[in-house]
């Protein structure tokens, strides 16, 4: 029989006023009974909306279907013939706004938790199953994968799938990219992340760290002396955009970039990190996306008081719901409709406090959006003694400079071919923030498997 409860099975999760004292995961996971019963929600639709909801057309309907009958491991083959960071995606991908927004389900009550019962087949398969996957036949071809965050694996474990040989090349000491440096171990445990990248290397595919491609190595060194066929630039974008407002060069201002890479990727919250961190008593974060939230919450757990400065209101908050949930019932202060003009310091150069403005939203323009305009005589000041900008951020230019004949936007992003990741240099492809700017994993993930089919018809003579 249906479960036709108009809610979804709740996720179990760590007590707010404890999980914000530890860096262990919030979410506990569905239990196996859980899974089954959220699975038996889903109708099973004829036209299945949920599937062009998805960014990698993951067969959704099927695999729930699988978990429905206690099936799990046929569960996650299906869900792996689409994607190859299942366990990360459960846990990360903003659903809300793609498969489970167009979910029947949601039309009177709550979508089928499709990320969760993605996460909960990950974790059964990651914890039962033993045995490596099955290596595919060489190819004889040889491609390269800069970055290995969420497009380069995507890109590299599609291309190994097919029997070519990938070598992933990653500027870090450790695999991962922004899922390692940039999201928490509170939201995405970094086990869950090697055991994804172990996968990969088990299908063949060669991860290279340490290697800065633009400095160590060039894109035209890659092709022209190592015989790669085609490359593929995933790189992200790491680079950290300032308000430049006065007061940023005071000692207590991070990029949101610095403080979660100290946090997440150094262990910068353990007594014995060789990489430590600021103790700081009071912290303002600038913005209002998921990497706010993460920075946020991390200074949380680091034992400050913390305020979310954001310009516009709870209303217009681009983090997901489920983040700004947890940031609120872990006792995150957030002042909307506040903008900062400049951080104010000490004689010795440290952060004392932030001054603000007050904003009003105007009517909204042709593009539907109203715009934060400030308010006459309305500056204050908060005290603060750390200050975390975490208003986005753009490529690094080291590709771009190193690269002759690879075009860019004037703000950085690579141009690349929405449909084939085709860049304007033959032979290389790029996906991802490299070329969108900071986006979503699954999005980034979509534009690697989309540039991997393309690689495979350019290298057959299929494609240009």
């Known amino acids: 029989m249906p ?43 004829k036209h299945k909306p949920c599937i062009k909801g998805c960014p990698v057309q993951i067969e959704i309907p099927a695999f729930i279907q699988e978990v429905a009958q206690g099936n799990f491991e046929e569960a996650y083959q299906i869900i792996s013939l689409s994607s190859s960071l299942p366990a990360v995606c459960g846990r990360v991908c903003p659903q809300e706004s793609q498969c489970e927004e167009k979910c029947v389900r949601g039309i009177k009550g709550e979508p089928v938790g499709i990320g969760r019962l993605e996460r909960f087949v990950a974790d059964y398969h990651n914890a039962h199953v033993t045995t490596a996957p099955q290596k595919p036949q060489p190819n004889g071809h040889k491609v390269a994968v800069i970055g290995s965050g969420p497009a380069g694996l995507a890109c590299a474990g599609d291309l190994a799938k097919k029997g070519y040989s990938v070598t992933v090349f990653e500027a870090l000491h450790l695999a991962g990219g922004v899922l390692v440096y940039g999201i928490p171990e509170f939201r995405l445990p970094k086990s869950i992340v090697q055991k994804e990248i172990d996968t ?20 035209d060194e890659l092709m022209e002396e190592y015989g790669f066929e085609s490359v593929f630039i995933g790189s992200g974008a790491g680079l950290p955009r300032f308000m430049n407002i006065p007061g940023e060069n005071l000692k207590g201002v991070y990029s949101a970039n610095e403080f979660l890479t100290r946090v997440n990727l150094m262990k910068a919250y353990k007594p014995d990190s060789s990489t430590p961190i600021q103790k700081s008593s009071r912290v303002a974060v600038v913005g209002g996306g998921n990497v706010a939230m993460d920075a946020a919450r991390c200074a949380k757990r680091l034992g400050a008081e913390v305020t979310i400065i954001y310009r516009r209101t709870e209303k217009e908050l681009p983090a997901r719901l489920e983040e700004v949930e947890h940031a609120m019932e872990e006792g995150i202060e957030f002042k909307f409709l506040t903008n900062p003009v400049a951080i104010n310091g000490n004689a010795e150069g440290w952060t004392t406090s932030i001054r603000c403005e007050q904003m009003v939203l105007s009517q909204p323009d042709e593009s539907g959006r109203a715009k934060p305009v400030r308010l006459e005589n309305s500056e204050f000041d908060i005290e603060v003694d750390c200050v975390i900008m975490s208003i986005g951020t753009s490529p690094n230019p080291l590709i771009k400079s190193t690269t002759e004949g690879l075009d860019t936007h004037k703000w950085g992003g690579i141009v690349a071919n929405e449909e084939t990741g085709a860049t304007s240099r033959k032979g290389v492809y790029a996906g991802g923030d490299a070329v969108t700017g900071a986006a979503t994993v699954i999005l980034a993930m979509g534009a690697g498997k989309a540039a991997a089919k393309s690689m495979d018809e350019y290298i057959h003579g299929i494609g240009e």
């Open 3 to 45: 479960n036709m409860s108009p809610k979804k099975n709740e996720m179990p999760a760590q007590e707010a006023n404890i999980r914000n004292q530890n860096f262990l995961e919030v979410t506990l996971g569905y239990s196996e009974e859980q899974a089954i019963d959220e699975a038996k929600r889903c109708l099973n639709c």
């Open 200 to 219: 990969l290397k088990e299908l063949g595919v060669t991860v290279e760290t340490n290697m800065i491609i633009g400095k160590t190595v060039s894109i």
